[in-house]
């Protein structure tokens, strides 16, 4: 999708490694948002972001750290991975100037722990 | 009990059939009510936003609300092969500020040529 880059766009990894996903966008939005998708579960918010230098916790955030120290990136951190974080992340974006606009999200990170 | 449900299907219909994809929901602070459409190996795009009970027409899609029963709807007439797709529902109960959205499980849907 235009404006919203994840990278990297699959990753194996074992138990216990740690990575970082990132994101880009460049469509000035303030509001950025960390999702994974399941089957079965939909999506599920894990972070957000309201502007550089803030984050706030979704609704499942255990295990994740996240970074946004500018405004264009937010980082996902795995520190010790766990087979449970198997799924596909996706990044959102979303204008705070624009009333009533929706969230941009990425092609997402398959992301595979072994 | 999840916060919104969502029929995961799979569903598979005839080219040019109507198509009626359901949510309900059991938190009555959602206001804001939204339809993604997500194609294989991509992120999700929006299709249809509203945010009070009724319907939304856009071309072939009309997204129905009722806050009463707690029911969202998207029909989708005159179905094309490219709406194959899964598709899902998501709410909000935010309309200013960062929206944190809560989704169904989505509905794959195939429409057969």
């Known amino acids: 999708n235009a404006g919203v880059t994840q990278t990297p766009k699959f990753r194996v990894l074992k138990t216990g490694q740690s990575m970082t996903l990132l994101c880009a966008q460049d469509?000035?939005?303030?509001?950025m948002y960390w999702y994974r998708q399941d089957p079965g579960m939909g999506l599920r918010l894990i972070h957000y972001?309201?502007?550089?230098?803030?984050?706030a916790k979704g609704e499942v955030p255990d295990g994740y750290n996240v970074s946004r120290l500018k405004k264009q990136n937010f980082l996902l951190g795995l520190e010790s991975a766990a087979p449970s974080q198997t799924s596909v992340y996706f990044c959102?974006?979303?204008?705070?100037?624009?009333?009533?606009?929706?969230?941009?999200f990425g092609d997402g990170t398959r992301l595979s722990i072994l | 009990q999840k916060e919104v449900e969502q029929d995961p299907g799979p569903l598979s219909v005839p080219e040019g059939a109507i198509v009626s994809l359901n949510c309900t929901y059991s938190?009555?602070?959602?206001?804001?009510f939204m339809w993604y459409r997500q194609y294989s190996r991509k992120g999700p795009e929006l299709l249809m936003y509203?945010?009070?009970?009724g319907n939304k027409e856009d071309g072939r899609f009309t997204a129905q609300v009722d806050k009463s029963s707690k029911y969202i709807s998207l029909f989708i007439r005159d179905s094309q092969p490219s709406d194959s797709a899964t598709y899902l529902c998501?709410?909000?109960?935010?309309?200013?500020?960062?929206?944190?959205?809560?989704f169904g499980q989505g509905t794959r849907l195939t429409i057969n040529p």
């Open positions: 938190n009555s602070a959602f206001q804001y």
């Open positions: 469509m000035n939005h303030e509001y």
């Open positions: 959102a974006t979303q204008s705070r100037r624009i009333s009533n606009q929706p969230q941009h």
């Open positions: 972001s309201v502007g550089e230098g803030t984050t």
């Open positions: 509203t945010y009070s009970s």
């Open positions: 998501a709410m909000s109960a935010i309309r200013i500020g960062a929206q944190k959205l809560v």
